[in-house]
Nanobody
Framework: QVYLVESGGGLVQAGGSLRLSCTASGGIFSIQTMGWHRQAPGKQRELVARVISSSGRTNYADAVKGRFAISRDNAKNITYLDMHDLTPEDTAVYSC?????????????????????WGQGTQVTVSS
C-alpha cells in the first residue's frame, strides 16, 4: 500500500506565502513524478506543478509561474510546493499526486506496477 500525505495548508492574506509538503510512504519501489493539483469551488481540478524525479525537470501552470516553486527530496520521498505572492484566486484544495512503481516478488519473478496515487488534499485559503 502506498500513501501520500499533504501538510502545510491554511489561511493566509493576499501577498503572503505558504509551503505545502507531500510525503510518500509505503511499499515504494521508485517514484517517477510528483506533483500538485488544485481544485477551487465550482471549477475543474487543474495541474499546478510537477517534477520528474529522474531529471528534476519541472513544469508549471501559467497562472503560477514565477510565484510557485516545486522541489523534491528524493531521499525522503517528499515534494514541496513553495507558494509566494498568493492571491484569492489561489484559494483551492491542493492535492498531491505521484506516479509510483511498486514491486512484488524477487529476481526474475519480480513484477513492477506503476500507478498514479493521490493524497486527500489540503485547503489553502487566501483572504483579500
Amino acid at each position: 500500500q502506498v500513501y501520500l500525505v499533504e501538510s502545510g495548508g491554511g489561511l493566509v492574506q493576499a501577498g503572503g506565502s505558504l509551503r505545502l509538503s507531500c510525503t510518500a510512504s509505503g511499499g515504494i519501489f521508485s517514484i517517477q513524478t510528483m506533483g500538485w493539483h488544485r481544485q477551487a469551488p465550482g471549477k475543474q481540478r487543474e495541474l499546478v506543478a510537477r517534477v520528474i524525479s529522474s531529471s528534476g525537470r519541472t513544469n508549471y501552470a501559467d497562472a503560477v509561474k514565477g510565484r510557485f516553486a516545486i522541489s523534491r527530496d528524493n531521499a525522503k520521498n517528499i515534494t514541496y510546493l513553495d507558494m509566494h505572492d498568493l492571491t484569492p484566486e489561489d484559494t483551492a484544495v491542493y492535492s498531491c499526486n505521484a506516479d509510483i512503481t511498486t514491486a512484488s516478488g524477487q529476481g526474475n519473478q519480480m513484477v513492477r506496477v506503476m500507478k498514479e496515487y493521490w493524497g486527500q488534499g489540503t485547503q489553502v485559503t487566501v483572504s483579500s
